[in-house]
């Protein structure tokens, strides 16, 4: 496969990926600030800070925006094509890096990625933005589940596919513990009785902006405590959007790419990977805490980007010397 | 003068011929044969069940993003090209003449290309003046003597067709770098199945959709003598925003082939590599969508940033081939074009099949002097634009139009020829929820190998501008499905 190609095919799961992540959060802000509605505005404001703070996007949003408002950073993660991060601008740039592809691609997983690019930018998805918010971010996580499913359902599992994984998988694991580091912006500075209702309800909006509220509470009946909430967020072995399950396919696609088998590596990003799965699954959420949740998850995201370029460099990187010899 | 009134109901009630030759009705208001089936369908259906079809078939084109790049708007904004719902239909025997004549037609333009590459024997001869041929903007001086595989130079070739008032077939222009469309004719029959399903099951409407096999078995056919067992073939694209893209990749996937770009080729000891995930693979063959000038900055445009730097030289070494070759561009400068009847004579000592349209060069002296007194009645083309650019159609142009033209011949003679205006025949089409008469050409695709296939139809394009005769995407023109329907099945 080229090289160009492969490096599309990765950053279309990315963008795809990052899309359905940023709708997710932004839908459960909204509902949380639904249910503080008539309180004071301290919490309101911290809700709304959170995803600015948890994607490092805070300066760019400060040059276009005169003050953080509920419909300002859903304005700036959802329509802005100034940011780049905005779901418009990641479904824009999955659909562009499709087009380049699009002969590495099923006419079906074009179509989904081109249909929910030319829904963005219509009257409607407006209308229903303003009209009922949390069904249009629910169409655009269906956009992606849709494409994902066509993916699934017709792309030959091979190594086009497997780039896919790879971005899709590392993106996720990358959003997951970027949410879950959300709460450390809010409980740190709050200084909230621990388990008080406020702190409930924002644990609880994590496990929902990862759809992971109905598979904890299978799990664990009883009251929802923060550290069993960051447990199942991190280091649940077989919920889908858990970091370690995330960081276990980016493994096995790796692998399957180079025809390695999982207990050796062919090359830096797979090392790197290997190392990533074997300290998540022999981690426990108490030493995670003695560490620090957050200087672990920030850990976590240095490695996934130092993955990030292991894959790069093994897959798609020409030396210049290449190229003129 | 008056035209006559098709007295038929429904959506084709009050349709006019307007005097022009029509594809579906005849001099006496009938119906033509072959369009029998679908002028009934057409007359039994209702506006609001054609419209309706007619928004499935857009939507479709949308969906799939069966569009082209609007160069204009900086913001690349992607359209669809204009599609047109009602067939343009060939009948079978017609079809047959027409293909006769085309093939004829490439096996005399390949020998000319050999000819001009080595011997010159029709300059020697005096049958082509040798000014015009040194002078022919795309005509490559470097490659004489070179030969190319197969002796094939045009391997896939768009003859720009269309129908006078006579109702004969002339040649307006061949198309021998890079011709594009063909993408259109294999979607639009795509989309005209979904949406007029019924319709096939009446007509014997000749197939389309072995293009993409043939054009591979064409490419496979031409790699070079030290190829792999296996030719690696790709599909070199100046990239996603050209123009054409949509049909580049069209095709790549088609024929389950990769496209690249020219950063993904490197040369290394004079053979063309890709860069893979797997490291560097060996490639044979190049179909290149993108001009001579841009291939190579060693050796053509320096500041191409599309090209391979060191690819001609590895065509020059044999070690790779490209469809078209280099150097094909010579074949459709409109001079020459002028020339093509006296090569069939004189290569093929046969009468040809397909009539050029009457064409008077700036460049003679005694044909200039026309030009410039009867201007006003005449179609001036630029030796060497295409796209509906560079061009002048004296009846529809004013007097400033003509004159700026008169100065740019008077400059550079060489550069310009004249044609008489074909009245282009005129076929039913949806106009603003009425359907009435355009006027269009036909662009069949030859593809030249060791045999010569030519896919039944091609790409019909329509001026969708009412009185328009200019048939460009770019100038307002639209496309429609080309049905080449076999006659012993209405007969």
């Given at each position: 496969m080229l090289s160009r190609v492969a490096e599309s095919l990765y950053w279309i799961g990315r963008y795809i990926e990052r899309a359905e992540s940023n709708a997710r959060m932004l839908d459960v802000n909204l509902q949380v600030t639904l249910d503080f509605?008539?309180?004071?505005?301290e919490v309101a404001l911290q809700t709304w800070s959170s995803p600015l703070a948890s994607l490092q996007d805070h300066q760019l949003f400060e040059s276009l925006f005169p003050k953080v408002s509920p419909e300002a950073v859903s304005e700036f993660l959802t329509f802005s094509e100034e940011n780049p991060n905005s779901i418009v601008s990641c479904v824009g740039g999955a659909r562009e890096n499709a087009r380049m592809v699009r002969d590495s691609i099923s006419s079906e997983m074009w179509e989904q990625i081109n249909l929910l690019h030319l829904w963005l930018g219509t009257e409607e998805a407006r209308a229903l933005f303003n009209g009922s918010t949390i069904d249009f971010y629910r169409k655009v996580v269906d956009g992606s589940h849709q494409f994902h499913g066509t993916t699934d359902a017709t792309l030959t599992h091979g190594e086009g596919w497997n780039f896919l994984q790879c971005g899709k998988f590392l993106e996720r694991a990358d959003c997951a513990s970027r949410i879950l580091d959300l709460k450390y912006h809010i409980l740190l500075p709050s200084g909230e009785e621990v388990c008080g209702n406020i702190d409930t309800v924002q644990w609880l909006s994590v496990l929902k902006s990862c759809s992971g509220y109905e598979a904890f509470r299978k799990l664990f009946p009883g009251p929802v405590l923060p550290w069993r909430v960051a447990e199942f967020i991190l280091l649940h072995d077989s919920f889908p959007r858990s970091i370690r399950f995330c960081c276990e396919q980016l493994d096995a696609a790796l692998h399957r790419i180079s025809g390695c088998d999982r207990a050796h590596f062919a090359n830096e990003a797979e090392r790197l990977s290997g190392r990533l799965c074997a300290d998540l699954n022999y981690e426990t959420i108490r030493r995670v805490f003695r560490a620090g949740l957050h200087e672990y998850l920030d850990e976590i995201q240095q490695r996934l980007i130092r993955v990030n370029n292991g894959l790069q460099e093994v897959y798609c990187r020409w030396a210049d010397e290449a190229e003129t010899s | 003068m008056r035209g006559i009134q098709a007295g038929m109901e429904g959506m084709l009630g009050g349709y006019d011929t307007g005097g022009f030759y029509d594809e579906m009705f005849d001099g006496a208001g009938g119906v033509r044969p072959q369009c029998q089936a679908l002028h009934d369908r057409l007359a039994a259906m209702s506006r609001e069940e054609f419209d309706r079809k007619r928004q499935l078939a857009n939507l479709t084109f949308l969906n799939q993003g069966v569009t082209f790049t609007v160069y204009s708007d900086n913001r690349g904004t992607e359209r669809i090209f204009p599609f047109d719902l009602i067939p343009r239909i060939v009948a079978g025997s017609e079809w047959q003449h027409i293909e006769r004549g085309l093939r004829q037609r490439i096996t005399a333009l390949n020998l000319f290309l050999h000819d001009v590459y080595h011997d010159q024997r029709i300059v020697k001869e005096k049958i082509l003046p040798g000014e015009i041929l040194r002078s022919a903007r795309h005509f490559r001086p470097e490659f004489m003597g070179f030969d190319v595989p197969k002796g094939i130079y045009i391997h896939i070739c768009g003859t720009d067709l269309v129908r006078g008032s006579d109702g004969v077939y002339y040649v307006l222009e061949d198309n021998a770098r890079s011709p594009s469309g063909v993408s259109y004719v294999l979607e639009n029959r795509h989309v005209m199945k979904r949406v007029f399903p019924k319709l096939f099951n009446r007509h014997s409407v000749r197939p389309v959709d072995v293009y993409p096999q043939e054009l591979l078995n064409l490419l496979r056919e031409v790699a070079p003598a030290n190829a792999q067992a296996e030719p690696m073939v790709v599909l070199l694209t100046p990239g996603v925003f050209n123009s054409a893209y949509f049909e580049h990749a069209y095709l790549a996937r088609a024929m389950g082939i990769e496209i690249v770009v020219g950063a993904d080729l490197v040369v290394q000891d004079e053979r063309v590599y890709m860069k893979t995930t797997k490291g560097l693979r060996r490639v044979d063959v190049i179909y290149r969508r993108i001009d001579d000038d841009f291939l190579d900055p060693q050796v053509f445009r320096k500041d191409s940033l599309l090209g391979v730097p060191g690819l001609v030289n590895a065509y020059r070494r044999g070690n790779v081939s490209l469809a078209n070759s280099i150097g094909t561009g010579v074949a459709d400068d409109k001079v020459v074009y002028h020339f093509v009847p006296e090569m069939i004579r004189f290569y093929m000592s046969e009468e040809p099949l397909l009539p050029n349209v009457p064409t008077y060069l700036s460049h003679f002296e005694s044909d200039r002097g026309y030009i410039l007194e009867h201007i006003e009645k005449l179609v001036i083309k630029s030796a060497n634009e295409s796209g509906g650019y560079g061009m002048l159609i004296g009846p529809h142009a004013s007097s400033a139009e003509c004159e700026e033209f008169r100065a740019a011949i008077r400059k550079d003679p060489r550069n310009y020829v004249a044609q008489p205006v074909v009245e282009l025949s005129r076929c039913p089409s949806w106009c603003d929820g009425t359907i009435e008469g355009r006027h269009i050409d036909l662009r069949p695709y030859v593809l030249a190998g060791e045999r010569t296939v030519i896919v039944p139809g091609g790409l019909t394009r329509v001026a969708l501008r009412k009185g328009s005769l200019v048939v460009n995407s770019s100038q307002g023109g639209g496309s429609k499905d080309t049905w080449v329907i076999e006659e012993e099945n209405h007969a």
């Amino acid at each position: 496969m080229l090289s160009r190609v492969a490096e599309s095919l990765y950053w279309i799961g990315r963008y795809i990926e990052r899309a359905e992540s940023n709708a997710r959060m932004l839908d459960v802000n909204l509902q949380v600030t639904l249910d503080f509605e008539g309180e004071q505005g301290e919490v309101a404001l911290q809700t709304w800070s959170s995803p600015l703070a948890s994607l490092q996007d805070h300066q760019l949003f400060e040059s276009l925006f005169p003050k953080v408002s509920p419909e300002a950073v859903s304005e700036f993660l959802t329509f802005s094509e100034e940011n780049p991060n905005s779901i418009v601008s990641c479904v824009g740039g999955a659909r562009e890096n499709a087009r380049m592809v699009r002969d590495s691609i099923s006419s079906e997983m074009w179509e989904q990625i081109n249909l929910l690019h030319l829904w963005l930018g219509t009257e409607e998805a407006r209308a229903l933005f303003n009209g009922s918010t949390i069904d249009f971010y629910r169409k655009v996580v269906d956009g992606s589940h849709q494409f994902h499913g066509t993916t699934d359902a017709t792309l030959t599992h091979g190594e086009g596919w497997n780039f896919l994984q790879c971005g899709k998988f590392l993106e996720r694991a990358d959003c997951a513990s970027r949410i879950l580091d959300l709460k450390y912006h809010i409980l740190l500075p709050s200084g909230e009785e621990v388990c008080g209702n406020i702190d409930t309800v924002q644990w609880l909006s994590v496990l929902k902006s990862c759809s992971g509220y109905e598979a904890f509470r299978k799990l664990f009946p009883g009251p929802v405590l923060p550290w069993r909430v960051a447990e199942f967020i991190l280091l649940h072995d077989s919920f889908p959007r858990s970091i370690r399950f995330c960081c276990e396919q980016l493994d096995a696609a790796l692998h399957r790419i180079s025809g390695c088998d999982r207990a050796h590596f062919a090359n830096e990003a797979e090392r790197l990977s290997g190392r990533l799965c074997a300290d998540l699954n022999y981690e426990t959420i108490r030493r995670v805490f003695r560490a620090g949740l957050h200087e672990y998850l920030d850990e976590i995201q240095q490695r996934l980007i130092r993955v990030n370029n292991g894959l790069q460099e093994v897959y798609c990187r020409w030396a210049d010397e290449a190229e003129t010899s | 003068m008056r035209g006559i009134q098709a007295g038929m109901e429904g959506m084709l009630g009050g349709y006019d011929t307007g005097g022009f030759y029509d594809e579906m009705f005849d001099g006496a208001g009938g119906v033509r044969p072959q369009c029998q089936a679908l002028h009934d369908r057409l007359a039994a259906m209702s506006r609001e069940e054609f419209d309706r079809k007619r928004q499935l078939a857009n939507l479709t084109f949308l969906n799939q993003g069966v569009t082209f790049t609007v160069y204009s708007d900086n913001r690349g904004t992607e359209r669809i090209f204009p599609f047109d719902l009602i067939p343009r239909i060939v009948a079978g025997s017609e079809w047959q003449h027409i293909e006769r004549g085309l093939r004829q037609r490439i096996t005399a333009l390949n020998l000319f290309l050999h000819d001009v590459y080595h011997d010159q024997r029709i300059v020697k001869e005096k049958i082509l003046p040798g000014e015009i041929l040194r002078s022919a903007r795309h005509f490559r001086p470097e490659f004489m003597g070179f030969d190319v595989p197969k002796g094939i130079y045009i391997h896939i070739c768009g003859t720009d067709l269309v129908r006078g008032s006579d109702g004969v077939y002339y040649v307006l222009e061949d198309n021998a770098r890079s011709p594009s469309g063909v993408s259109y004719v294999l979607e639009n029959r795509h989309v005209m199945k979904r949406v007029f399903p019924k319709l096939f099951n009446r007509h014997s409407v000749r197939p389309v959709d072995v293009y993409p096999q043939e054009l591979l078995n064409l490419l496979r056919e031409v790699a070079p003598a030290n190829a792999q067992a296996e030719p690696m073939v790709v599909l070199l694209t100046p990239g996603v925003f050209n123009s054409a893209y949509f049909e580049h990749a069209y095709l790549a996937r088609a024929m389950g082939i990769e496209i690249v770009v020219g950063a993904d080729l490197v040369v290394q000891d004079e053979r063309v590599y890709m860069k893979t995930t797997k490291g560097l693979r060996r490639v044979d063959v190049i179909y290149r969508r993108i001009d001579d000038d841009f291939l190579d900055p060693q050796v053509f445009r320096k500041d191409s940033l599309l090209g391979v730097p060191g690819l001609v030289n590895a065509y020059r070494r044999g070690n790779v081939s490209l469809a078209n070759s280099i150097g094909t561009g010579v074949a459709d400068d409109k001079v020459v074009y002028h020339f093509v009847p006296e090569m069939i004579r004189f290569y093929m000592s046969e009468e040809p099949l397909l009539p050029n349209v009457p064409t008077y060069l700036s460049h003679f002296e005694s044909d200039r002097g026309y030009i410039l007194e009867h201007i006003e009645k005449l179609v001036i083309k630029s030796a060497n634009e295409s796209g509906g650019y560079g061009m002048l159609i004296g009846p529809h142009a004013s007097s400033a139009e003509c004159e700026e033209f008169r100065a740019a011949i008077r400059k550079d003679p060489r550069n310009y020829v004249a044609q008489p205006v074909v009245e282009l025949s005129r076929c039913p089409s949806w106009c603003d929820g009425t359907i009435e008469g355009r006027h269009i050409d036909l662009r069949p695709y030859v593809l030249a190998g060791e045999r010569t296939v030519i896919v039944p139809g091609g790409l019909t394009r329509v001026a969708l501008r009412k009185g328009s005769l200019v048939v460009n995407s770019s100038q307002g023109g639209g496309s429609k499905d080309t049905w080449v329907i076999e006659e012993e099945n209405h007969a």
